[in-house]
């Protein structure tokens, strides 16, 4: 098995340039504009960092269900398939904006409701609540499981989650952990901390073209290197 550096270093740099103009990250930005920071963000980071144990559990697990060879060229495969993916979503996506907009009014559109519905319930206890609240309520707050629900289910199925399986596989999967884990808290750090203003300066063609192209060096690396007994 490959070294834990390798790992780290493969899973890093393929989760900044997965998340960083994601819809995911989308959401944190604007969550963070709304809500208090340090919820949306314990909130998004806590979500992601689930989902990035378990995709590499599922790669740990892989090899000793089916032989390593397999394993190996699924590995390749999945890496040359997400990276002509990412190439085609850069050249064929209509743009940063769209995304941006299209993100930006569902969350309006759920924030409305909520608000309505919860506006008039609140307003009497509201004072006796903040006296009561206590640390672990708050951080268990209707804001902080709105900000995991968005980032869990956004990343369900997620390109970045199904390549993290097949490097788990391959790689060392306490650096894929590691590494996968850093990359999102600065990908989530700098959406919370930027807000929509960074998020609509990022041009997601470039970040998918860049990732398009590690991808593709993943799998052509992963296609060139002996299958480990």
Same mark, same amino acid.
């Given at each position: ?11 890093? =740099? ?6 960083? !103009?994601? $819809? ?7 969550? =963070? ?7 949306? @963000?314990? !909130? &998004? /980071? ?8 378990? *995709?590499?559990?599922?790669?740990? =697990?892989?090899? %000793? ?17 997400? !990276?002509?993916?990412?190439? $085609? ?15 930006? =009014? ?12 919860? $506006?008039?319930? %609140? ?8 006296? $009561? ?8 707050? *209707? +804001?902080? @499981? ?20 097949? /490097?788990?596989?391959?790689? %060392? *999967?306490? !650096? #894929? #952990?590691?590494?996968? +884990?850093?990359?999102?808290?600065? &990908?989530?750090?700098?959406?919370? #901390? ?29 296609? /060139? ?5």
């Amino acid at each position: 098995m490959s070294s834990i550096v390798q790992g780290f270093s493969k899973s890093l =740099a393929m989760t900044i340039l997965s998340e960083i !103009g994601d $819809k995911t990250f989308f959401a944190a930005a604007i969550l =963070a504009i709304r809500h208090p920071r340090r919820l949306v @963000l314990s !909130g &998004c /980071l806590s979500a992601l960092i689930v989902m990035t144990i378990l *995709p590499a559990l599922v790669g740990w =697990a892989a090899p %000793n269900l089916i032989s390593r060879t397999w394993t190996h060229h699924i590995t390749t495969f999945l890496f040359l398939g997400f !990276g002509l993916w990412s190439l $085609k979503d850069a050249i064929f996506e209509q743009g940063d904006a769209e995304e941006l907009a299209e993100v930006e =009014a569902k969350l309006d559109k759920d924030w409305k409701a909520s608000n309505g519905a919860t $506006k008039n319930s %609140n307003k009497d206890d509201d004072a006796t609540k903040k006296h $009561k609240r206590s640390f672990l309520s708050q951080f268990f707050s *209707p +804001i902080f @499981l709105q900000a995991f629900s968005i980032t869990f289910f956004g990343e369900w199925g997620d390109k970045s989650q199904l390549a993290t399986i097949g /490097l788990a596989a391959d790689e %060392n *999967p306490f !650096g #894929v #952990v590691l590494g996968g +884990i850093l990359g999102q808290a600065l &990908c989530t750090s700098a959406a919370v #901390v930027g807000g929509k203003s960074l998020a609509s300066q990022i041009s997601e063609k470039i970040v998918a073209l860049s990732g398009g192209i590690l991808f593709i060096v993943f799998g052509i690396q992963s296609f /060139l290197s002996p299958v480990e007994s």
